[in-house]
């Protein structure tokens, strides 16, 4: 499969139509910034200059679920920074394990993925 910025996009609004991310307050797509890498790592999430940024790996991701479980992931980051709960050295924190298992019980996905 050969990951695109709009396949992340549609990712992030899929997820947003779907509990629990439907219950929290995410900026819009149009606020965040989508990006396909070649890094070893599945998925990233950062903020620069107040923008928004998930970005995904070609390298690691090339299956439509582990995408969305990427995705996932990530806005989990931008929940926690849209909202100032996580700080640069603790992104996987409590309040975001708990998050984790809510995705995970909701979606099905492997828990193991959001270590």
Not at 5 to 15: C, D, H, R
């Amino acid at each position: 499969m050969h990951i695109t910025p709009a396949m992340i996009e549609g990712a992030y609004q899929y997820l947003l139509t779907t509990p629990p991310f439907n219950r929290w307050k995410f900026p819009d797509p149009e606020e965040v910034s989508f990006r396909v890498t070649a890094d070893r790592v599945y998925g990233w999430y950062d903020c620069e200059n107040g923008t928004h940024r998930i970005s995904v790996s070609i390298k690691r991701v090339g299956q439509t679920i582990s995408l969305i479980e990427t995705v996932a992931h990530e806005m989990i980051h931008v929940y926690q920074a849209h909202h100032r709960r996580e700080t640069p050295n603790s992104q996987h924190n409590k309040d975001f394990y708990r998050r984790a298992r809510l995705v995970c019980q909701y979606h099905g996905f492997d828990y193991r993925r959001f270590w």
